[in-house]
C-alpha cells in the first residue's frame, strides 16, 4: 500500500501516532510529527511511497516536535528526533519540514554504514549512472530536477550510497531540495510538477522540495553500475566547459565529498578506489542546462 | 529479578553472545535502538556473529554500522595517546593513568572491545596537574566551562579539571587527580590506586585490575545520572569475569576495597553484576563481600533503586517505579558527594539554569559540540 493510498487525514493521524513506516530502499524510516504543516507536505511528496506494515522494523525512527520549553509561545522552535535523541540544536519553527529532510540525511550519514556515502546526486540513463558530487552552490540539485524530468531516472539527489562488496550504486530517492531562484525556474520549466511550499530564511536560504517522479520510486531497490563522476559548477559565463579529471583528482573530489569514508577507514578508501578505477570524471563548467544534457546524452566522458 | 524489563533480558543474552529464541524483526529493532541508547551497540555486534548468515539482514545492517564506530573510536584513541606521549614531557607522561572506556580499550581486555566512550579520561598526580594543563593548552588542549560557576564547582570540590576539547579534532579530555571528588570527604589516598599499575604500548599506564575495577565500581554507584548505569554495569561483568579466573585477583581486590573504604561499592558491584549479568563470582567471594552491604531494611531499598536504575533506560524497557529510583539515586549521587551546605547551593544554582532553559529553550546554553553538528544537505 502506498501512503497516497490512504486519505490526507488518516495520514496525519498516523503521523500524529507515529504509526507511518516508509520504505525508501536502503533504509525504512518511521516518522512522527503532530505538525500540521509537516504531515501536509510530507503527505504531498511521498505519496508515491510504499508504507511497510506494523510488523515491519524502521531502521531509523525520526520525529519533528515542538520543544517542551516556553520557547513554543516566543520565537517557535523545533526539534529533530532520532529515537529519543536530539542530535541538532533547535530550529526556527518555519523551517520545520527542511529539518525532518535533513535530519533522515543525518540518520544515514552518523549512522549506516554498511554503505559508502557521499553528498552527491545520482542519475541514471540505459542502466548507467552518473554521479554528481558536489558542495553546496554548484547547482547540483537544479540540474538534478532538471535532468529528472528530461529522460533520465533520479535515483538520489543528496546521497550516493554505494555497495561496498559489489561497487553498484542505490537508489535513495527523496525529494529534491531547492534553493533560492531555482525554485522559480524549475517551476517554470516544468509547471506540472509537484512542489512544497517554501521555508524562507533557513540556513540555506529559502528552500522547496520537489516531489521525485514515481517511476523513480517505483524502481527504489534497482541498483545501477556506475558509468561516470561528473563535478558540476555552475559559472555564469560559461555556457559549457568540460574538463577531464585525472584519477587523482577524481579520488579528491569523492572523498571530500565523501560522508562516512573515515569511518569506514580501510573498507572506504577501497571503495572510493574502485569506484575511481571504474569511472570516467570530469568537471563542467556551465550555465545551459539543455547543452549539458545533450552531452550527457551523448555519453562520449574521454576523449 | 522479577522487575527485569523483557527487553533488558534479551539484551543481556545478546551481549553474551546468546540470540534469544524467536525474536521477531520487530523485536529487533526495539532491541538495536534500547542498545543505541544504552551505548552497548557495539559491544552487542562484537559479542554476535556478523559475517554469518545466522542474524537477519536488518540486524546485521545496524551491527555493523557499530562496529566500524567502535574500530573509529579505537583507533581515535590510539591515536591520541600517541600524540600525549609525544606533547609531554617524559616525566610527565609517566605519571598518566588511563581510566575507565580508554583504559579498557587501549590495553585491549574484553570491556574493552565495542566500548563506546565520548571523552578520554586520564589520571594524573595533583602537583603536576597545572603543568600539564598548561602544556596541553600549547597543543590546543583548552577548558570548556559552561559558566563561571561550573568552572569554580570543579576547581574547588571535584575531582578533575573541567573538560579539555582539542579545538582542531574536538576531543574530549577529562584529567582527574583523584577518583571520587574532594569534597565528598572519601577521596582515596591516590597512591593506593597507582600502585602496582601496568604499562601500555604507548608508554602510559592503566591501573592494575584490582584498581581499576574498584574505580569503575565506584565511578557507578557516586553517580547521579544512570543513563550509562547498565553500560558501566555490563563492564563490570566483563572485568570480573576476565579477571575473576584467579584466586590472587579477589584477594587483591578485596585488600585495596578495605583500605581505601570502597567496600559497599565492591559488595553493590558484585551483587548486582551477578543478578543482572549471573556474572561468574566463587561464592566465597560473594558471601566475603557481604558485611560490606547495609543493614536489611536499606538494603531493600538499594535493591529497589538499583536493579531499576541500572537497567537501559529506554522507554521500550520502561519498568514500574523507574522514574521515582532514578530521583532517589540523583539524591543519593549528590548525598554522598558533597556535605548538605554545599550540596544545597549547588541545587540553588543548577535549579537556576533549569528554569532559564525551561523558559527560553535549549539555545541559551553554549552549544554542545556533540550536539551542534549540523545536518547534512545541501
Not at chain 1, 559559472?235 to 579520488?251: C, E, G, H
Not at chain 2, 533480558?9 to 546468546?18: E, P, T, Y
Not at chain 2, 590506586?193 to 585490575?209: D, I, Y
Not at chain 2, 566463587?282 to 547495609?294: A, E, G, H, N
Request: hydrophobic share 45%.
Amino acid at each position: 500500500m502506498r501512503l497516497r493510498d490512504i486519505s490526507a487525514s488518516e495520514a496525519a493521524a498516523r503521523l500524529i501516532a507515529g504509526d507511518i513506516n516508509i520504505d525508501l530502499g536502503v533504509a525504512a524510516f518511521g516518522v512522527q510529527s503532530a505538525l500540521p504543516d509537516v504531515q501536509r507536505v510530507f503527505y504531498q511528496l511521498y505519496g508515491d511511497y510504499e508504507l511497510l506494515d506494523e510488523a515491519s522494523p524502521a531502521d531509523f525512527r525520526v520525529a519533528v516536535q515542538s520543544p517542551k520549553s516556553l520557547r513554543r509561545w516566543y520565537k517557535p522552535q523545533i526539534h529533530f528526533l532520532l529515537d529519543d535523541f536530539v542530535p541538532f540544536l533547535p530550529l526556527p519553527r518555519s523551517q520545520a519540514y527542511p529539518v525532518l529532510e535533513w535530519g533522515m540525511n543525518w540518520c544515514m550519514a552518523s549512522h549506516m554504514h554498511k554503505y559508502l556515502l557521499l553528498h552527491g546526486a545520482v542519475l541514471e540513463k540505459d542502466g548507467k549512472a552518473i554521479i554528481f558530487p558536489a558542495p553546496p552552490g554548484s547547482g547540483k540539485s537544479t540540474l538534478t530536477a532538471y535532468l529528472a524530468h528530461t529522460g533520465w531516472r533520479l535515483l538520489s539527489d543528496e546521497m550516493t550510497v554505494i555497495n561496498l562488496e559489489t561497487g553498484l550504486v542505490h537508489p535513495f530517492v527523496r525529494p529534491i531540495c531547492l534553493k533560492n531562484n531555482s525554485i522559480d525556474l524549475v517551476k517554470s520549466w516544468f509547471p506540472d510538477v509537484s512542489i512544497s511550499n517554501i521555508a524562507r530564511d533557513t540556513n540555506k536560504g529559502d528552500v522547496a522540495h520537489v516531489k521525485p517522479p514515481i517511476a523513480s520510486v517505483d524502481n527504489i531497490k534497482q541498483t545501477v553500475k556506475v558509468m561516470a563522476v561528473v563535478l558540476p559548477k555552475y559559472t555564469p559565463d560559461v555556457s559549457l566547459d568540460i574538463y577531464s579529471l585525472t584519477k587523482a583528482d577524481a579520488f579528491q573530489a569523492l572523498s571530500d565529498n565523501a560522508f562516512n569514508d573515515f569511518v569506514l577507514g580501510a573498507d572506504g578508501f577501497l571503495a572510493l578506489q574502485r569506484l575511481v578505477e571504474n569511472t570516467t570524471a570530469v568537471e563542467i563548467h556551465y550555465n545551459d542546462l539543455a547543452e549539458v544534457l545533450a552531452f550527457l546524452n551523448e555519453g562520449q566522458f574521454s576523449a | 529479578m522479577s522487575t527485569t524489563a523483557k527487553y533488558t533480558v534479551h539484551l543481556v543474552k545478546l551481549l553474551s553472545g546468546d540470540v534469544p529464541q524467536s525474536i521477531s524483526l520487530l523485536d529487533w529493532e526495539y532491541l538495536i535502538r534500547i542498545a543505541r541508547d544504552a551505548s552497548v551497540l557495539p559491544r552487542m555486534a562484537y559479542a554476535l556473529d556478523t559475517d554469518g548468515d545466522s542474524l537477519p539482514e536488518y540486524a546485521r545492517t545496524h551491527l555493523i554500522s557499530a562496529k566500524y564506530h567502535a574500530k573509529l573510536l579505537a583507533q581515535q584513541v590510539q591515536f591520541e595517546a600517541t600524540e600525549f606521549k609525544r606533547i609531554l614531557t617524559k616525566f610527565h607522561h609517566e605519571d598518566v593513568y588511563y581510566l575507565k572506556g580508554a583504559a579498557y580499550t587501549l590495553s585491549g581486555c574484553d570491556a574493552g572491545i565495542g566500548r563506546v566512550f565520548s571523552d578520554i579520561d586520564m589520571l594524573v598526580s595533583k602537583g603536576n596537574l597545572r603543568e600539564i594543563e598548561a602544556r596541553l593548552s600549547v597543543y590546543a588542549w583548552f577548558s570548556q566551562p559552561n559558566d563561571d560557576y561550573d568552572d569554580m564547582y570543579y576547581r574547588q570540590w571535584a575531582h578533575e579539571i573541567p573538560p579539555l576539547k582539542h579545538s582542531g579534532r574536538g576531543t574530549i579530555l577529562d584529567l582527574h587527580h583523584n577518583l571520587v571528588p574532594i569534597i565528598s570527604g572519601k577521596a582515596p589516598e591516590i597512591t593506593d590506586f597507582t600502585e602496582g599499575a601496568r604499562s601500555l604500548a604507548c608508554g602510559a599506564r592503566v591501573l592494575a585490575p584490582e584498581a581499576m575495577i574498584l574505580h569503575s565500581a565506584v565511578h557507578l554507584f557516586y553517580q547521579e545520572e544512570y543513563h550509562h548505569g547498565f553500560r558501566d554495569l555490563s563492564d563490570l561483568h566483563l572485568l570480573f569475569s576476565e579477571f575473576g579466573t584467579q584466586q590472587t585477583f579477589w584477594d587483591a581486590l578485596f585488600i585495596l576495597a578495605q583500605k581505601t573504604g570502597f567496600g559497599l561499592e565492591l559488595a553493590l558491584a558484585l551483587r548486582y553484576t551477578t543478578s543482572l549479568f549471573d556474572t561468574p563470582v566463587p561464592s566465597t567471594v560473594l558471601q566475603k563481600s557481604q558485611v560490606w552491604l547495609p543493614s536489611r531494611p536499606k538494603l531493600v531499598v538499594y535493591d529497589w533503586v538499583y536493579k531499576r536504575v541500572l537497567q537501559p533506560h529506554h522507554k521500550l524497557c520502561d519498568v514500574p517505579g523507574l522514574t521515582l529510583a532514578n530521583m532517589m539515586a540523583l539524591v543519593r549521587g549528590h548525598w554522598i558527594k558533597m556535605p548538605v551546605h554545599i550540596l544545597l547551593m549547588h541545587t540553588a544554582a543548577k535549579g537556576y539554569r533549569n528554569v532559564l532553559k525551561w523558559v527560553a529553550g535549549k539555545g541559551v546554553n553554549k552549544p554542545d559540540s556533540a550536539k551542534n553538528n549540523a545536518p547534512p544537505g545541501p
